[in-house]
C-alpha cells in the first residue's frame, strides 16, 4: 500500500523559505505513474491545489499562487519537495502531499499524507 | 478560470438523504471527484469519475454529474458522516486542479 509522510519545520519567519518534503513508501516514484502533488488548507478554509509534478520532472502549478511554488522530486531518495520563496502569514496552513493520477488517466488524488502544519511567524 | 461552487453547508437529520451539489459551467463534460474531511484528518476519496465508489466507501454514497451540477447523494445519514466535503475537477483547458470550496454537512 502506497504511504505518504510530510515532513517539515513547522514554524518559519516571514520573509524566509519554507520547504517540505513528502517520503513516499510501498511504491517507486521514478516507476510511478502517479504526479506527485501539494495541497494545502489554511486554518478554517478549503483545500488549495499547489502543483503537482511527475518522477520524469514534468510539472503543473496553480496559476493563481500569490508566491510562486517550486515542487523537485528526488528519484534516489523517493521523494518529492515543495519550496516557496518569501512566506508571509497567509501561507500558514495544513500541507499535504497526495498522488494524482494523471499519468494513468486518473485526475483525482488517491493517497494523502496525514499533512503537516506549518505556521509563518516571527 | 474553471470554478466549481458548492453550498457552504447542508444539514440533515440521522437516516434521512444528503445531497451536495457542485456548479460548474458545463461540469458534465468532465469527471467530478469528491472528498470527504472529517475535523483534523486528511481528505478521503469517496467518489472518483462521477458516480464510481473506491473500495471501501459505503454503498451509501452516490454521485451524478449532469448539466452544470454534479450531486454527492449520501443515504441514510449518520453521525459518522458529519464531515466536509469537496469536489473536485481536472480543467482539461487550462491543465489545473479545481476544488469546490467545501460543504460542510452537519447531522442535526
Known amino acids: 500500500q502506497l504511504q505518504l509522510q510530510e515532513s517539515g519545520p513547522g514554524l518559519v519567519k516571514p520573509s524566509e523559505t519554507l520547504s517540505l518534503t513528502c517520503i513516499v513508501s510501498g511504491a517507486s516514484i521514478s516507476s510511478s505513474d502517479y504526479y506527485w502533488s501539494w495541497i494545502r488548507q489554511p486554518p478554517g478554509k478549503g483545500l488549495e491545489w499547489i502543483g503537482s509534478i511527475s518522477f520524469s520532472g514534468r510539472t503543473y502549478y496553480n496559476p493563481s499562487l500569490r508566491t510562486p511554488a517550486a515542487i523537485s522530486v528526488d528519484t534516489s531518495k523517493n521523494q518529492f519537495s515543495l519550496k516557496l520563496n518569501s512566506v508571509t502569514a497567509a501561507h500558514t496552513a495544513v500541507y499535504y502531499c497526495?498522488?494524482?493520477?494523471?499519468?494513468?488517466?486518473?485526475?483525482?488524488?488517491?493517497?494523502w499524507g496525514q499533512g503537516t502544519l506549518l505556521t509563518v511567524s516571527s | 478560470s474553471f470554478v466549481l461552487t458548492q453550498p457552504p453547508s447542508v444539514s440533515v437529520a440521522p437516516g434521512k438523504t444528503a445531497r451536495i451539489t457542485c456548479g460548474g459551467n458545463?461540469?458534465?463534460?468532465?469527471?467530478v471527484h469528491w472528498y470527504q474531511q472529517r475535523p483534523g484528518q486528511a481528505p478521503v476519496l469517496v467518489i472518483h469519475?462521477?458516480?464510481d465508489r473506491p473500495s471501501g466507501i459505503p454503498e451509501r454514497f452516490s454521485g451524478s454529474n449532469s448539466g452544470n451540477t454534479a450531486t454527492l447523494t449520501i443515504s441514510r445519514v449518520a453521525a459518522g458522516d458529519e464531515a466536509d466535503y469537496y469536489c473536485q475537477v481536472w480543467d482539461i483547458s487550462s491543465d489545473q486542479v479545481v476544488f469546490g470550496g467545501g460543504t460542510k454537512l452537519t447531522v442535526l
Open positions: 497526495a498522488t494524482l493520477g494523471l499519468g494513468i488517466g486518473a485526475d483525482y488524488f488517491e493517497f
Open positions: 469519475y462521477d458516480t
Open positions: 458545463n461540469v458534465e463534460s468532465g469527471s
